[in-house]
């Protein structure tokens, strides 16, 4: 559920990139233009989402530390929340990539804001309740069912985020017009930054009792 | 930082039309001798209000001889890109470069255009040390900040090193550093736009201080030694990746009009004379197959004119050369607007079909020989120069004087401060409006124009208009 939630979460943000698809299938005159931006877009969230979440799945395996690793995580998060909170300045090298370069733009950007950084805690979340299971299983099981999961939970969260970020552009392109651009964006800096404190929160909260 | 977007941001150029008018235009006014501090004039254009046409409020500024002449909002419609991170930002200051100082001014024009107020001053010696540039000029917001194009290098006279264009962080107007990482052939500068989501910019060259600052150079000019190239060039990658050579007898290619549609890969080029017969002329820049194209469009001739009507540097020449100073393209990309300094008129040219525009609308004002008083009878020195198009199109405005020490030169009598505003009907024609006409105070030659929530030269956009 929390992994849905989140993919959906991202998807309807405007700065995770939905707009973009709605200027690329207007640029070109055709809806077509617009779903294939939405791959690459898609893809790099995936790729965001792998890249942190995979050093963790390893990690985790080693059963004496897993406490250690989910409360580290979790204060991680919480850490990376209060600097959003704090410094509101955006990368200026996200600025360099072109707007060609789409699926770069969407890991640079998913990496930068703790997209992907807001996952772990609730993948962490579900390993635990997997491994409570199987406690004496051997370390190279554990590692591939945490690898599995790892990728069933980028994939999964992925999918609802370009789900909802597709409705939004195939709304915006086919019924609401350029004007739902500027009226549907918030900004949620804050509201970004207290949600990666509050998933890291209720991560440290559950790994605590 | 807001909660929402600015409302004066638009994502397509078509919502910008539609918007609101302006309510206030600002203009920059200068001191041609320097015995008082150059100002921004606040200027109430709302027709139904009692200070209509009036300078309503007045920035003046600390220091003289800063020279004003181009300046930019911090913030557009270009914000709305998602790649660019800056949704949020305020379309609140004015960013006036002094072109003779090198220093520039941030002016905050909230809560409030009729109380607006310095905000920051970055003193030449911080953009001297951060960029090896000189003589900031024009100003834009876009995906890394604002960017500012500058037309001298290094040094005293400016001469060391090429000019080019600099980077200022959009919320702390701190001076970041050198655009460019590959100049390719550039070595002079003057404007430059560019198409946001093509990922491409455009740039122009004027020439180098010496040949500008203490007056046009008559021998550099007719030994061709002024700008006549136009470079194009990688956005992200800050790469020239093309520069096409307009033949050395078209001197002076100065302001760069791109389609504010980003659908559209073509734009326009003003150039101010041709050496070899006084013609100003309009270019056409389009891109096809990944290459860059630009031809010649259109062309304005000279007009002769008595000895004793001219200033010594044209008796030579028998003729005014019309002297194309400024182009602006509007909103919808319909009609281009250039302004005929020399000659003294306002020309306004259908281009729909953007290789072949089609003279529309035309007004006369001003000019060195004609000398065509405004309808309500009053004398216009100078000619037609900086000229903006409301974003809907209707109302055009422009100013009259080109640049302190030229203007002495080409309008011997003085170019005292004046802004007049034209009615632009949407199907073609132009008619000055007999009801609106600036006074300056005394002293002030007047420069280029913004308008509140935007303007013809200021916006660029991310998505088309459907």
């Excluded at chain 2, 960017?147 to 290098?153: A, K």
């Excluded at chain 2, 000019?221 to 470079?231: A, D, E, I, Q, T």
Aim: glycine share 8%.
């Amino acid at each position: 559920m929390a992994v849905i939630a989140s993919g959906l979460y991202h998807g309807v943000n405007p700065g995770m990139g939905w707009p973009l698809a709605v200027s690329a299938g207007l640029m070109e005159r055709s809806s077509r233009a617009l779903v294939s931006a939405l791959w690459p877009l898609a893809t790099g969230h995936l790729l965001a989402m792998l890249l942190v979440l995979l050093p963790f799945a390893l990690l985790i395996a080693i059963i004496e530390w897993q406490h250690t690793i989910q409360v580290s995580a979790s204060l991680l998060v919480i850490v990376f929340g209060l600097y959003r909170m704090a410094n509101r300045r955006h990368p200026r090298v996200l600025a360099r990539i072109s707007p060609a370069q789409l699926g770069l733009w969407s890991f640079a950007v998913a990496l930068a804001h703790g997209a992907a950084l807001m996952l772990v805690p609730i993948y962490l979340g579900l390993c635990r309740e997997t491994e409570l299971d199987r406690g004496h299983a051997a370390a190279g099981t554990l590692i591939n069912a945490n690898l599995g999961m790892a990728v069933l939970v980028a994939i999964i969260h992925a999918a609802a985020m370009i789900s909802a970020g597709g409705c939004c552009a195939w709304l915006a392109y086919r019924y609401l017009g350029l004007k739902f651009i500027s009226q549907s964006w918030f900004n949620l800096e804050t509201t970004w930054a207290v949600s990666l404190i509050l998933v890291g929160a209720i991560a440290l909260v559950l790994s605590l009792i | 930082m807001n909660i929402r977007p600015d409302p004066t941001f638009h994502a397509s150029p078509r919502l910008a039309m539609e918007a609101p008018p302006e309510s206030f235009a600002y203009t920059v006014l200068l001191s041609p001798d320097a015995s008082q501090p150059d100002a921004l004039a606040v200027i109430d254009v709302r027709p139904d209000s009692q200070t209509y046409s009036q300078v309503v409020h007045t920035v003046t500024m600390p220091n003289k001889g800063d020279e004003f002449h181009h300046f930019g909002w911090n913030a557009c419609s270009s914000a709305l890109s998602p790649l660019t991170g800056h949704a949020f930002l305020e379309r609140r200051y004015l960013i006036i470069p002094g072109m003779r100082s090198s220093r520039i001014y941030i002016v905050d024009t909230k809560p409030d255009p009729t109380k607006a107020a310095i905000h920051k001053i970055i003193e030449p010696e911080e953009i001297f040390r951060k960029t090896g540039y000189s003589r900031p000029h024009t100003v834009h917001c876009g995906p890394e900040g604002i960017y500012i194009s500058t037309l001298g290098g290094a040094g005293k006279d400016g001469t060391d090193g090429p000019p080019g264009v600099f980077i200022m962080d959009c919320e702390t107007f701190e001076v970041l550093g050198r655009w460019e990482l590959d100049r390719g052939p550039q070595t002079l500068h003057y404007d430059f736009w560019w198409n946001l989501p093509r990922d491409y910019m455009v740039t122009s060259e004027w020439a180098l201080p010496p040949q500008f600052e203490n007056g046009i150079v008559p021998e550099d000019l007719l030994s061709n030694k002024y700008g006549h190239r136009v470079h194009f060039w990688d956005l992200r990658a800050r790469r020239n990746v093309q520069t096409i050579d307009l033949g050395a007898n078209h001197q002076m290619a100065l302001e760069v009009r791109p389609a504010h549609d980003p659908v559209r890969e073509h734009g326009f080029l003003g150039v101010v004379v041709d050496t070899t017969n006084l013609e100003g002329s309009i270019w056409t820049w389009w891109r096809e197959g990944g290459k860059f194209h630009i031809e010649k469009t259109a062309t304005i001739p000279p007009e002769p004119a008595a000895k004793e009507q001219l200033p010594p540097l044209l008796q030579g020449f028998g003729a005014v050369p019309p002297l194309v100073s400024d182009i602006d393209l509007s909103m919808d990309d319909k009609f281009l607007y250039v302004a005929c300094w020399g000659t003294g008129e306002m020309r306004q040219y259908d281009v729909r079909e953007p290789r072949k525009p089609k003279l529309a609308g035309s007004v006369h004002i001003g000019g060195i020989a004609r000398r065509t008083p405004h309808p309500n009878g009053k004398a216009f020195g100078g000619g037609p120069q900086m000229v903006e198009i409301s974003r809907d199109g209707k109302r055009v405005y422009w100013t009259n004087s080109l640049y302190s020490t030229w203007d002495d030169q080409f309008y011997t009598d003085g170019v005292p401060g004046a802004m007049v505003m034209a009615n632009a009907n949407p199907d073609g024609g132009l008619e000055l409006a007999r009801d609106y006409w600036v006074n300056f105070p005394d002293g002030y030659r007047a420069h280029q124009i913004r308008l509140d929530g935007g303007d013809c030269s200021t916006d660029s956009f991310c998505y088309p208009s459907v």
